[in-house]
């Protein structure tokens, strides 16, 4: 009994020790975060109870719904982190652009799996796979792939014309459509997409990548206890997927290396497996996978979107036949420049209008390697920004009364506040596929 007594005498003794020396490591967290205004939710959980009771597609709307609007930064706690949440452009601004705001968070950026991909990749590793990518989005390898996008988009068109007046997924078409150009482009390869099995795995992988975000809890449970999800199943399936996927495009690239380099020189696919760049098998794979999901979700989720309110716009769509009639005039050989994009201005004035209402990234999350400024306040180190493009970029506040409809005009001239604009984000992490898409 004694012997009990002391046990637990000793046990009291070091969880008092041990939280209080975690509180205390943690003093200047709580100091800074007391003079944000927001919501501290319970103690050690924060608001996460309150994810519990939600359905993950209100994940982020009910997280931005817990935003002060008078307040440029509104802070809540998931679980032990500090996270703050924002549509202020000023402060997106300053953070998208700070040297100490380059790093992804974890908690929702691991969720994707890939984590060795440029999308979710963090430090020093993040800098030097920007580094030897950048070279493939050069404007003179674009031009170069020029000729594969025109011909896989003439090949979704005939099977388009083979659909006329039935019932369709247009997402399917131009999600195929994206796989197959950006493959061909950027890894040299690509087999006929429409209907194949690897979209499937894509879409789901792309979901359980949503549920996994949805759920923050999982982040903190142990990694065994993970593995027993059901999450991980679908994550193993994946995986597997991306092993062959890797595999083939491999065996493609030497076999073109061999037969005409220049077919693949500079591509992705070239700097990821060029031995001086030093990547690893994993990094090369999940380099493959992030950007053949992050080429294809988001150039055929803004198409579809583009396709939609087009069709929901008669007058918007009148002038778009106007002028590509204008432009290409009754020519079947137009020589598909950049140059020759360029003309294209009310076409452009639709993109952005599309990118503007439907942001294929609604939220975006950085953290900060060190206590900075932003937005009137000091943020301790460590904190998540949560920024939600979508709420920014339908703010009446800068886009004026009428910032929910659908009016490409407004793009004619100057924004009313050009900062609100930011569907690529910006700054060092700005898309990387930024000029393939405008
Ligand atoms: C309409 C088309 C596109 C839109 C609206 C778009 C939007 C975005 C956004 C918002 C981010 C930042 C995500 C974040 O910080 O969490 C991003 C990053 C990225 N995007 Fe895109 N994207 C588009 C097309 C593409 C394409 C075609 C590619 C590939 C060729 C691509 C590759 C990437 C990569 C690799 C990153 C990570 C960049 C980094 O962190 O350095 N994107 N994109």
């Known amino acids: 009994m004694l ?6 005498n000793l046990f009291i003794i070091y969880i008092t020790i041990t939280s209080f ?3 205390w490591n ?9 003079q944000i205004p927001g919501h501290n939710g319970l103690p050690i959980v924060g608001i996460l109870p309150k994810y519990l009771k939600i359905d993950k597609k209100e994940f982020f709307s009910s997280t931005f719904d817990m935003m002060d609007p008078n307040a440029t930064l509104t802070k809540i706690w998931v679980g032990p982190k500090l996270m703050l949440l924002t549509e202020d452009p000023d402060v997106i601004h300053t953070v998208f652009n700070s040297t100490n705001c380059i790093n992804k968070p974890d908690i929702f950026y691991h969720a994707l799996t890939v984590i060795n991909g440029l999308l979710p990749l963090s430090g020093p590793r993040y800098l030097e796979h920007r580094r030897i990518l950048n070279k493939s989005f050069m404007l003179t390898t674009l031009q170069k792939i020029q000729p594969i996008i025109e011909a896989k988009c003439n090949r979704m068109i005939k099977k388009l014309e083979g659909n006329v007046n039935k019932e369709l997924d247009i997402m399917d078409f131009v999600g195929a459509c994206a796989l197959e150009s950006f493959g061909e482009a950027q890894f040299g390869y690509s087999s006929d997409l429409y209907g194949f099995e690897g979209h499937k795995i894509i879409k789901e992988s792309l979901e359980f990548g949503l549920d996994r975000v949805t759920q923050p809890w999982l982040h903190y449970l142990p990694e065994f206890i993970f593995k027993m999800t059901e999450i991980n199943k679908k994550i193993d399936k994946v995986i597997s997927f991306c092993i062959k996927y890797k595999a083939k495009v491999t065996e493609t690239y030497n076999q073109k290396k061999v037969e005409d380099y220049d077919s693949v020189k500079h ?11 030093n990547l690893s098998d994993i990094e090369i794979r999940d380099e493959l996978i992030m950007f053949t999901i992050g080429s294809y979700d988001t150039t055929a989720k803004t198409v579809s979107f583009l396709i939609f309110l087009t069709a929901m716009h008669p007058d918007v769509q009148s002038k778009l036949i106007d002028e590509i009639d204008s432009i290409c005039g009754t020519e079947d050989n137009l020589a598909l420049t950049i140059e020759f994009f360029k003309k294209f201005e009310y076409m452009e004035m639709v993109i952005k209008e599309t990118m503007r209402l439907f942001p294929v990234g609604p939220s975006v999350a950085r953290t900060n390697d060190a ?7 000091l943020i301790p180190k460590d904190s998540i920004f949560l920024m939600s493009l979508m709420r920014m970029h339908r703010n009446p506040k800068y886009w004026g009364h009428d910032a929910h409809l659908f009016k490409p005009e407004r793009f004619a001239g100057e924004l009313r506040n050009s900062r609100s604009f930011a569907p690529f984000t910006g700054g060092k992490r700005l898309c990387i596929g930024t000029d393939h898409v405008l």
């Open 26 to 34: 943690r003093r200047r967290l709580y100091k800074l975060a007391s």
């Open 371 to 377: 206590e900075i400024e932003i937005g009137g306040f």
């Open 3 to 8: 012997v009990a007594l002391f046990l637990l």
């Open 267 to 277: 591509r992705v696919i070239d700097v990821l497996l060029n031995s001086e760049n």
């Open 21 to 23: 020396k975690y509180f």
